[in-house]
């Protein structure tokens, strides 16, 4: 195993608690406790935080996990954007300043969202190992069983009535359509995450059956990069109205998110959400 480099402070634990990983797994490897699990066509990867500063990883796979793991971020320069009196984003980051934000596979995050619809964390994490098992490529690592995310032909060859299967209820739909449109071109995902404009982005997203603004808002923020989209559910409605007196909804409520928290919105989402679910 070798270590991965990173600055400023990051938490394993907390940022695969986060509420945008569902499929790793606890695995320990030559004595190590860590967590394993596949990362697009790179197969089998294994991360351990031995340590507060000390990241282990595979060798050979320190740069997939890096990026994976938003190890590379400039987290300084993310925190100059945010508004600097807000007392209350401050300690959501006190709470949990080792979060980052991921950058995971943009079909695999895509599609994990289109399933997360009204779902809680245990059942998306059941419903993507289900997805894995039955239609993603296997992989053996430490005696261990690992599957990637099936990509968008599995989906769309295993129709609507096997992934009903898979307990997706109406769900199935949105995922198989989805599947449809990115193995026959429909939609580049490539040029959608290559897109500079978040609202270009997101509209594209968003042509998908089943893709509203949340959803969209999630695969943009945690596989494209794009830190601006703040995604709204329950939650940060919750704290939205509770600590800034909000009470504005929808559209409104998402542009005044996004014009207050800047350019680095979505991370500070992230740490709003993960202080409320944990305090609140």
Request: aromatic residues 10%; glycine residues 8%; contains cysteine.
């Amino acid at each position: 195993m070798v270590e991965v480099p990173f600055e400023a402070s990051f938490s394993l634990s907390d940022t695969l608690k986060s509420g945008q990983l569902f499929h790793w797994e606890p695995l320990e490897f030559d004595g190590v406790p860590g967590f394993a699990g596949c990362i697009a066509d790179h197969g089998p990867c294994w991360i351990a935080q031995p340590e507060p500063d000390c990241i282990l990883t595979l060798p050979g796979r320190e740069e997939v996990v890096s990026r994976y793991f938003g190890l590379d971020q400039p987290m300084a320069e993310i925190h100059g954007t945010f508004p600097q009196e807000d007392a209350v984003l401050k300690e959501a980051i006190a709470y949990c300043p080792g979060i980052r934000v991921a950058r995971q596979p943009v079909w695999e995050c895509l599609a994990t969202f289109i399933t997360s619809s009204l779902k809680q964390v245990v059942h998306i994490r059941a419903i993507s190992m289900t997805l894995r098992r039955r239609f993603g490529e296997r992989h053996e690592f430490e005696g261990r069983e690992l599957y990637a995310y099936p990509n968008p032909e599995a989906i769309a060859e295993a129709g609507e009535a096997r992934l009903r299967e898979c307990a997706l209820g109406y769900r199935a739909k949105s995922l198989c359509l989805a599947g449809e449109a990115v193995a026959s071109g429909k939609i580049n995902l490539e040029a959608v995450e290559s897109e500079a404009d978040l609202a270009s982005a997101r509209l594209a997203l968003m042509e998908l059956h089943g893709v509203g603004e949340k959803i969209a808002n999630c695969a943009l923020l945690f596989s494209c990069g794009q830190r601006g989209a703040f995604q709204i559910d329950v939650w940060i409605e919750r704290i939205l109205r509770e600590h800034y007196r909000k009470r504005v909804k929808g559209a409104k409520l998402q542009a005044w998110a996004e014009r207050y928290f800047g350019p680095n919105a979505g991370y500070a989402q992230q740490y709003l959400f993960h202080f409320a679910r944990k305090t609140l």
